[in-house]
């Protein structure tokens, strides 16, 4: 069973950035289309962003422009890279397979404040 683990996140003030990996066994990460969602209390979970496996990606409207995803074919990670960042950007940050969703990871979480 693959296990997606999510790392990265962290206290950020307005404005500023953070990255945030997602790592899975294999070459799970580069053969499916994989995406990031975010959950924040009180919330249901919603897709922040995709990445096809030739590496097209999509975002929400929210965070267009300020988010980007790739992956680390070396490190065998798809990361996040969030700039701009702001107070509702707050959630535990999770990756998972778009289609078939795997068991979700434990996520990573990411709190804008001042």
């Known amino acids: 069973q693959v296990q997606l683990v999510e790392s990265g996140g962290g206290l950020v003030q307005p404005g500023g950035s953070l990255r945030l990996s997602c790592a899975a066994s294999g070459n799970f990460l580069s053969v499916y289309t994989m995406g990031w969602y975010r959950q924040a209390p009180g919330k249901a979970r919603e897709l922040v962003g995709t990445?096809?496996?030739?590496?097209?990606?999509n975002y929400a409207d929210f965070v267009k422009g300020r988010f980007t995803i790739s992956r680390a074919t070396a490190k065998n990670t798809m990361d996040l890279q969030m700039n701009s960042l702001k107070p509702e950007d707050t959630a535990v940050y999770y990756c998972?397979?778009?289609?078939?969703?795997?068991?979700w990871g434990q996520g990573t979480q990411v709190t804008v404040s001042s």
């Open positions: 990445i096809t496996n030739w590496g097209k990606t």
């Open positions: 998972n397979r778009v289609q078939h969703p795997m068991p």
